[in-house]
């Protein structure tokens, strides 16, 4: 079993900025393709973005394009978003979720049955 914890969640202005993080202790992270996913009150679930396990590869959501940088640092098992110019409609629980793949593999995944691992969420408000 792979565990995710992440954080770096709150309430934000609109305009502002906030980075979440996601680390799966213990792990060799470079054997997993990771994503960000959200879900909004009411709403689905809907990927944000996603990363190889190599760190070269990246997806994003149109929505979310120019704003959002995903990233990981293999050596500390973490990955992250880094959202800026936040929206109201951005204000979700934030999910980090990982596959396992090839140790630095170049592909990945952008929907939501092809993690098979998922953290318990992180909540980001933005407010108006």
């Known amino acids: 079993q792979v565990q995710l914890v992440e954080s770096g969640g709150g309430l934000v202005q609109a305009g502002g900025s906030l980075r979440v993080s996601c680390v799966a202790p213990?792990?060799?992270?470079?054997?997993?393709?990771t994503g960000w996913f959200r879900q909004a009150p009411g709403k689905g679930l809907g990927v944000v973005a996603a990363?190889?396990?190599?760190?070269?590869?990246?997806y994003y959501a149109d929505s979310v394009k120019g704003r959002f940088t995903i990233s990981r640092d293999n050596a500390k098992n973490a990955v992250y978003l880094q959202m800026n110019s936040l929206k109201p409609e951005d204000t979700a629980n934030y999910y980090c979720?990982?596959?396992?793949?090839?140790?630095?593999?170049?592909?990945?995944?952008?929907?939501?049955?092809?993690?098979?691992?998922w953290g318990q969420g992180t909540q980001v408000t933005v407010s108006s």
């Open positions: 990363i190889s396990s190599n760190g070269v590869n990246t």
């Open positions: 979720a990982a596959r396992p793949v090839g140790d630095y593999s170049g592909g990945y995944f952008h929907r939501e049955e092809q993690y098979g691992y």
């Open positions: 213990g792990r060799t992270f470079s054997r997993y393709a």
